[in-house]
């Protein structure tokens, strides 16, 4: 994101207001890298504060202790969030992405639920194998029934397949 106010979130005594509005403002993104950023920058803060920094912040004027930070980043950040920052590592929360299609990629986007499906049924081809594609790509994978597993579908030609649903065939991408 931005390497500048991480420098100051890892250097600083005083939040700056652009600090705290990026870190808030990043709520309204559910990007994985987003996410990732604030979390970071966050812990950053968070073991500063337990090794006894004082930190202020510049727009409320606290001077924050572990325990008033935790109660900030509870108040105005998500509850995976809090979770990646201040719960031990076995008991932080568990959140799911779901692929979207970008320019030159995909996007790893928060899902709203664990529900998503990644894989959608195409046909089975035994009682064990099934087709399937990915929905975020539209790729055709081999699903493994018996151990779950999943392997893309790949030509005689050793090219990846598309599904296409109008006219029933698997083509090479």
Sequence with gaps: MNQELYEEAV???????????????SMSYSSISFINWTVEVLSVIKTRLDR???????????????????????????SYIESQVFAAPGRQ????????PCEGGYNLIMADSSNNKTYEWISSLSERFSLVQMIATGIVYLKDGKTNTYQPFISEHGKYCRYDKETGRIAEV
Excluded: C
């Design 93 to 100: 929360e568990k959140v799911y992405f779901s692929l979207n």
């Design 11 to 25: 250097r600083s005594d005083v939040l700056s207001k652009k600090l705290i509005d990026q870190l808030l403002e």
């Design 52 to 78: 006894g920094d004082k930190i202020t912040d510049e727009v409320s004027g606290v001077t924050y202790t572990t325990a008033s930070f935790h109660d900030f980043v509870k108040k105005n950040f998500s």
